[in-house]
């Protein structure tokens, strides 16, 4: 039996269908997945038509602010996701700030399909 497709995304890697050479799409986890890691690596601002799309959470890692906490650089990835990832229910958000990056776990469950899944991600300072 098939798996039901609730969500779908298109596949940025344009891999064509080999039958209809069409862009091939990616659904369910991995649609969600790749829709958090561009929401988190997307800086607030950059996205033509849809400036607050995004996350400033490499403000926190490279640039110096007063009163710097997890608690913050959380309130801002939870806040990027309630208003631009709908399909999914944030469990958990880990994050461990190390001395030239940030990473990033995020645990959660998909709506619909009701499956706990998680991703992990890292920024990294540039050399």
């Not at 091939?24 to 829709?35: D, L, M, Q, V, Y």
């Amino acid at each position: 039996m098939a798996d039901i497709v609730f969500y779908k995304d298109l596949g940025l890697d344009f891999t064509p269908h080999p039958v209809t050479g069409d862009v091939r799409p990616i659904t369910n986890e991995t649609a969600i997945k790749r829709s958090l890691a561009n929401l988190i690596n997307t800086r607030k601002g950059t996205r033509p038509f849809n400036p607050e799309y995004g996350c400033n959470i490499s403000d926190y890692l490279f640039g110096y602010q007063q009163g710097f906490s997890e608690y913050d650089m959380k309130k801002e990835i939870l806040d990027s996701i309630k208003t631009h990832e709908p399909r999914i229910f944030v469990n958990k958000v880990n994050i461990k700030v190390e001395e030239n990056d940030v990473k990033i776990d995020i645990s959660y469950i998909i709506k619909n399909i009701n499956q706990f899944t998680s991703i992990s991600t890292s920024l990294a300072r540039a050399a």
